[in-house]
């Protein structure tokens, strides 16, 4: 577990990136502002400049009819001239004439006549306004703005900087909160699907709230897991226990002068004590230990089943190779045609499909079944259906172990009647694998 110290040093050092992020945005937003908006933004400048400049050269052009143009310019302190045409020192850029365009189509509309106007200087940007005056040609100086570069515009810092707050904001909910909370949720996902999780599967990453959610969660499915180890072991155990004494037993039992039928009924009770104890095995396994091996389904039923009568079991199997536990599975698949067996209508058909992506394995009896409440009883561990089947060496695991034994192989378990199916369904009832689709079809 981290210390406070590691913590507090992991929490400066993601502010100081999250600082540096947002300082990035904001210089790259700003310049990027500055290349789209930045020659409208002076635009509009010139376009103010322009009513304003209006104003003031009408006032002039009525102040001079009365005053000299130094008085006037002593009292308003604007910069007049009195001269026939002002030098241009230096050629205009192009930013300056489109300034200075903009400038005189804003005169124009407000006065009677559209004054002349000249670029003053390129170094300091500003244009000379001729003013009408009745005695001699005065001409006023008047600052343009600008053009956009730097320092840039302060409306645009401003929208630049809200802009880069929102997108860091943004960019902290998707990495902090947003990737953390979506891995937590495919942990939660996989844990409430029966797959096995390790302890700290889920990294302690992004925001505190989300750290601590996934601490508790990585020691919630810590918990489970040593549970579902000591359960296991117990089973096991309780089995492997089991096994010797009952091996002890039919050897005494066999040193006994009995009866045909007494030895018949401690042969019937010894094979359900046996037949009990290899259900708690393979319950506690499920083989979590044995590796997937790719090999074809269509010959690994054909030798599963080949124990049972020809005439009590039909195979309908297409070519399809998988990856799956064939020991497991195989324990998993016996299983299923025993229940068939004693609890359906022979024959059982064992069908092989594949659909879509996907492969079903699918165990046809003539019985009536199961209905969808029973079913999801009849997969819980130790729960039979019928209280008579305990006496018959069945401790409600069977369908329990099946369930389990898919799972490990990513798949699921369901049920399928015939009207469901249709008129090609060879029986009334089925119990179906739903093997994921890491197949081939050979």
Known sequence: ?????????AGALRFLGWTAVLLGSWAVLLLLLQSLFGRQVDRLQVLRLGRELALQVRLTELTLERYPPSLIQDLTGLDLVVVDRPAVKTTPSAVQLEHQQV??????????????????????PAVWIEVISPLEPVWLRAPLPRSHGWPPQPMLLGMAGVAAALT?????????V???????????????DGQSADPGVVPAEGAPVVQRVSHRF?????????NQRERNTMLAGIAHDLRAPLTRLRFRLSLQN????????????????ERITDQFLLYAGGGSSEPLISCPLDQWLAEVVASYPRDSLQLDLSPITAEVRPVALGRAVSNLIDNAFSYGERPVVVRLRQQGADVRLELWDQGSGLSQDDWSKALQPF????????QSGHCGLGLAIVNHVVQRHGGHLT???????GPDAPGHFAVVIVLPGNTQTS
Do not use: F, Y
């Open 415 to 421: 049920i399928a009647h015939a009207q469901q199916r």
């Open 218 to 226: 990585n020691a919630m499915v810590k918990r489970l897991a040593d």
């Open 383 to 390: 729960q039979r259906l019928d209280p008579a089947r305990g």
């Open 103 to 124: 400038l005189a189509n804003a005169l124009c509309s407000r006065l009677k006549e559209c004054p002349a106007l000249l670029p003053a200087d390129q170094r300091d």
């Open 178 to 192: 947003e990737r953390p909370l979506r891995r937590l949720e495919r942990a939660l996902s996989a844990v409430g």
């Open 168 to 176: 860091t904001a943004g960019l902290i909910l998707a990495v902090e």
């Open 1 to 9: 577990m981290e210390s406070p110290a590691t913590r507090t040093e």
């Open 258 to 273: 009995l009866s045909e039928t007494d030895s018949q009924g401690w042969d019937g009770d010894l094979d359900a004590l």
